[in-house]
């Protein structure tokens, strides 16, 4: 306990000044950057410069147009699954490490446990039917 207060005198809101400084300087250097070039930037509009522009290809077709859900749920649950891909390469790194110290099976526990709530979401997903590509 008293190691948290003495933890304490030393978290004076004055440390915390050079942090807000710079944030002040950040934001006012974005809006002053902004003002900048709307004041001094081009003010010429054609009708060639408002037309959509699309990476060169010309618009076909009505942007309105219904699309499928799927594309964007695959793209999200890969996502998802890939951070969990993400968060096994340091366990497996240092897999040595943790078995040297003792804690390997503490650690592998909580992998473990780690895995299993991913490969509930993953059996919830297929159960919905979120991956049939058919319907």
């Keep these: 306990m008293d190691l948290l207060l003495l933890a304490a005198d030393f978290n004076k ?7 807000a400084l710079q944030l002040v300087i950040a934001v006012g250097f ?11 930037g081009p003010k010429r509009k054609t009708k060639d410069k408002l037309i959509n522009f699309e990476s060169g290809i ?4 009505n942007a ?6 799927k594309y964007f749920l695959v793209a999200i649950l890969f996502v998802l699954f890939d951070v969990e891909v993400i968060f096994f390469y340091p366990y497996a790194v240092n897999f040595k490490y943790f078995l040297a110290e003792g804690i390997g099976k ?3 526990f909580e992998v473990i446990l780690f895995v299993a709530f991913f490969l509930c979401g993953f059996i919830y997903i297929i159960m919905k039917g979120a991956l049939d590509w058919e319907n």
């Excluded at 309105?64 to 859900?69: F, L, S, T």
């Design 58 to 61: 010309p618009a076909v077709g």
């Design 13 to 19: 809101p004055i440390d915390y000044f050079p942090v």
């Design 30 to 40: 974005i809006v002053v950057m902004m003002v900048v070039s709307h004041l001094l």
């Design 64 to 69: 309105r147009q219904p699309m499928g859900i």
């Design 106 to 108: 503490d650690v592998f």
